[in-house]
């Protein structure tokens, strides 16, 4: 493997630390690093303030090096992961407290995971049916580990998790008498809150969650199981989590980033996410490649470095132009009154950051012009 300073500008890497932003590759991923920090620092505050953990989901970004910053800078006292391949990048890389928020079911996928369970490690899964607890129990115990897991609880996503309450202690139960598991508590998380523009949707939905999430704890302490762990949340609803006074730990990702996405919800005051709440920290640098159409230009930022199921990017600090249209390759931009050249270069908002990110094997770290990191995305494409 070569070391970075032997990679290849443009074959290799799209950057290297010191030149200029101009003359980074595209279409590049670029972390805005005051912004970046900005975010981390803000919600490390936050989570103070609630006396609130914060587990930050690495899921968004994948990288090793932006979980290391949201520990050292932004307070996070651990990282949750969606797969268990993506998991054990964070292990081998030293992580020591790590929540797979997703069930594993797989034989293959439970050795692996149990695999890097050590002493001074704590791994943790979600459990949504009981036949899965023994499975969990015999590569545990067969490997002389302890697994943790939490009970998913269905509060709204309509996804994962238990909504029968009986079913949830029975599991839970099941969990705690296992050899080689440990009952940690429960996973409750909405999804489809997180995105919900209006403040008033979001808290409204969330009292639900809040509601549910009572009653399950309620009713696994009346058998005689207590949660030490009560984790949910995301960027758009952890604050309600944080104020219901049944979580102690929020699994926020997006904050770090942001997205066009998320930029749109409101806060209480009505006011957008990327303005009032957090930076813009994520950007996609495309250049103009043709501008032969009169009233349009064309990027090199299309669908193969993109997600856009949340929607078009945003062009950042424009007002005047507009990305309306992508295909493979090309991204087309309105510009009515032809002020874009050849070889100019734009930064993208993108719509959606967590499928982006896993686009792309570099992040290119910048502050003041200049590029300052550059950061594998350590874990891209690890999907098992």
């Known amino acids: 493997m070569k070391s970075q300073k032997d990679l290849e500008i443009g074959f290799d890497v799209p950057a290297k630390i010191g030149m200029s932003v101009e003359d980074v590759q595209t279409p590049a991923l670029l972390i805005d690093l005051d912004a970046f920090e900005a975010n981390l620092t803000r919600m490390r505050q936050l989570a103070a303030h609630y006396k609130i953990q914060l587990r930050a989901h690495a899921k968004m970004h994948k990288s090793v090096d932006v979980s290391r ?43 692996r995971m149990v695999s890097f369970c050590a002493p001074g490690r704590r791994v943790i899964c979600c459990v949504d049916d009981g036949a899965n607890v023994a499975d969990l129990s015999a590569a545990a115990s067969g490997k002389g580990v302890v697994l943790e897991c939490l009970v998913e609880l269905e509060c709204g996503s309509q996804r994962c998790g238990v909504s029968d309450m009986a079913k949830l202690v029975e599991i839970a139960a099941a969990i705690d008498s296992a050899e080689g598991l440990k009952f940690s508590g429960l996973q409750s998380y909405n999804g489809r809150i997180q995105h919900h523009q209006s403040f008033a949707e979001r808290q409204a939905a969330e009292k639900n969650v809040a509601s549910v999430t009572r009653q399950a704890v309620d009713a696994l302490r009346k058998a005689g199981l207590e949660c030490e762990c009560v984790s949910g949340g995301g960027t758009g609803s952890f604050a309600f989590e944080a104020e219901s006074g049944i979580f102690n730990e929020i699994q926020c990702g997006s904050y770090a980033f942001m997205d066009a996405d998320y930029g749109r919800i409101e806060n209480e005051s009505g006011q957008r996410f990327d303005q009032a709440e957090w930076q813009n920290a994520l950007f996609l640098l495309t250049s103009i490649v043709s501008t032969a159409q009169d009233g349009q230009a064309v990027c090199d930022a299309g669908l193969k470095v993109q997600s856009v199921d949340s929607g078009l990017p945003v062009i950042y600090g424009r007002k005047d132009i507009c990305y ?39 992040y290119v770290g910048v502050r003041g012009g200049k590029v300052e990191a550059l950061w594998p995305v350590s874990a891209r494409g690890k999907a098992w």
């Open 69 to 111: 910053r949201q520990m050292e800078i932004g307070g996070a006292m651990g990282i949750c992961c969606q797969k268990v391949s993506e998991a054990e990048v964070f292990a081998r890389a030293g992580f020591d407290n790590i929540l797979i928020t997703n069930q594993i079911i797989d034989p293959v996928k439970i050795n």
């Open 324 to 362: 309306i249209q992508c295909s493979d390759e090309h991204g087309v931009i309105e510009d009515k009154n032809n002020t874009l050249s050849l070889k100019d270069k734009l930064m993208l908002v993108p719509g959606h950051c967590d499928p982006t990110c896993n686009l792309h094997d570099w």
